[in-house]
């Protein structure tokens, strides 16, 4: 019984979405007591992963941000995807709309906050942080509203906020990463070049793209781009998935 309530849960966006935004607020008011220096040395915990004598060394925050957060624009991307091939933007003027949309969601927000810190030779170089649209957040507000918002709408909203943070996430590889590696990053467009052939000659065990897909992720975390990249190709991936 335990257990088909759990499964509820994750079949549910509307409670996985209370969850959230629940943990955010738990969140909020535990950063501005006096548990916060406990709370952020948590999050700052090394996790070790060892295969004989190589060992590899991961904050928790990290596995949130470049691993966790790879396999949800995955879901995101074939979501969207799904929608691109079959649902709502199968129309090209549908599908330019979000994305025109997302644009804007990071010029005006860059144009804006240099406005105010062009001059701040200390702060003009933060322009990179408002760019970005909180996915996770955004359609959890609207999956709270359950039946009152449209589909169309929610489905506007997703892909619009996908461009957007792909846009955010480009600005962080091209302006605020290190050192580009370009050969894990050639290397990673092979492997999935060569998934998109599996696709196309009809593989569809999950199995299949598995090591592959960890192993494109492992390269982009050790090129200097940004890992979550590897989670939204867009030919990644059977194609029973979409």
């Known amino acids: 019984r335990r257990y088909h309530k759990v499964l509820e849960l994750t079949h549910s966006t509307t409670k996985a979405a209370g969850v959230m935004l629940l943990g955010a607020i738990v969140a909020l008011v535990v950063a501005n007591t006096a548990a916060h220096g406990a709370f952020t040395e948590f999050w700052h915990t090394e996790v070790s ?3 004989g004598a190589t060992h590899a060394e991961m904050s928790l925050a990290h596995i949130i941000n470049d691993v966790l957060m790879a396999i949800f624009f995955l879901l995101v991307g074939l979501e969207i995807k799904y929608e691109m091939t079959v649902g709502e933007l199968t129309d090209v003027r549908q599908a330019i709309l979000p994305v025109a949309a997302a644009i804007g969601g990071v010029l005006m927000p860059v144009g804006i906050y240099l406005l105010f810190n062009a001059s701040n030779p200390q702060a003009v170089h933060g322009w990179g942080v408002p760019t970005a649209t909180d996915i996770a957040f955004a359609i959890g507000i609207l999956s709270l509203m359950g039946d009152r918002v449209p589909v169309s709408l929610k489905i506007f909203l997703t ?3 996908v461009a957007d943070d792909l846009g955010a996430i ?3 590889a091209l302006f605020y990463g290190g050192k580009v590696q370009i050969t894990c990053l050639l290397v990673a467009l092979v492997i999935m070049l060569g998934g998109y052939f599996m696709k196309q000659m009809g593989e569809k ?4 793209y598995l ?3 960890f ?6 975390y050790y090129s200097g781009v940004h890992s979550t990249i590897s989670g939204v190709a867009p030919f990644w991936g059977p194609k029973t998935l979409a």
Do not use: D, E
């Open 159 to 161: 892909a619009l906020a």
């Open 215 to 220: 192993v494109v992720w492992g390269l982009f």
């Open 49 to 51: 992963f060892g295969f």
């Open 205 to 208: 065990r999950m199995f299949s």
């Open 211 to 213: 090591v592959p897909a």
């Open 170 to 172: 480009l600005v962080i």
